[in-house]
């Protein structure tokens, strides 16, 4: 059975960082794409990051582009989101999701049951 | 590409047929998926590329469509599809998947 496990949210001031991390299981981590999607609280879903199974390719939205930055430990199965310059807008709760192929095919097959980041001015 | 779904509500009663609509702002062929989120839940992948069930989802969801018009229906609503349901377009590349606003299908 596919598990993701969310970590790492939490309240942080405007301009502030936050390292988000993903652990997996139930499934051979380095064989699929990963990715992270947010959720204002109470509205609707937006697509963050990507990255491939390797690691090598990732792939940004453009509103966190140049301040978050995706990354993969396949030793370790765990997923990361190291978000800096963190503004009121990007508070949110965070999925990590499990992509159907090695590289990423934008469809999220499953997902974490995510972790909260609220942006303080 | 944006993604427009409706109704924003859909109100109706156990054992009716509920059809949902997603529209893209441009041609993304059969690129889209349907999501399922229940209040305090992750959401739920259901159809990818437009009619292709994902695995463990019952036979009464199916999806049709292709090119800016799509289509989600429940052939006969159980009290637990009761639920937001979003359209999601993966077309572009670089990626820039985008999703629709969802709409809340709830009982009457």
């Known amino acids: 059975e596919v598990q993701l496990l969310e970590s790492g949210g939490g309240l942080v001031q405007r301009g502030g960082s936050l390292r988000l991390s993903c652990a997996a299981s139930g499934f051979t981590f380095s064989a699929y794409a990963m990715s992270w999607v947010r959720q204002d609280p109470g509205k609707g879903l937006e697509w963050v990051s990507a990255?491939?199974?390797?690691?090598?390719?990732?792939y940004y939205a453009d509103p966190v582009k140049g301040r978050f930055t995706i990354s993969r430990d396949n030793s370790n199965n765990t997923l990361f989101l190291q978000m800096t310059s963190l503004r009121a807008e990007d508070t949110a709760v965070y999925y990590c999701a499990k992509d159907f192929h090695f590289d990423t095919s934008g469809y999220f097959a499953s997902w974490g049951q995510g972790t909260l980041v609220i942006v303080s001015s | 590409i944006v993604l427009t779904q409706s109704p924003a509500t859909l109100s109706l009663s156990p054992g009716a047929r509920a059809t949902l609509s997603c529209r893209a702002s441009q041609n993304i062929n059969s690129y889209l998926a349907w999501y399922q989120q229940k209040p305090g839940q992750a959401p739920r992948l259901l159809i990818s590329d437009a009619s292709n069930r994902a695995t463990g989802i019952p036979a009464r969801f199916s999806g049709s469509g292709s090119g800016t018009d799509f289509t989600l229906t429940i052939s006969s609503l159980e009290p637990e599809d009761f639920a937001v349901y979003y359209c999601?377009?993966?077309?572009?590349?670089?990626?820039?998947?985008?999703f629709g606003q969802g709409t809340k299908l709830q009982i009457k």
């Open positions: 990255i491939s199974g390797s690691g090598a390719n990732t």
């Open positions: 999601q377009q993966r077309s572009t590349w670089p990626p820039t998947y985008t």
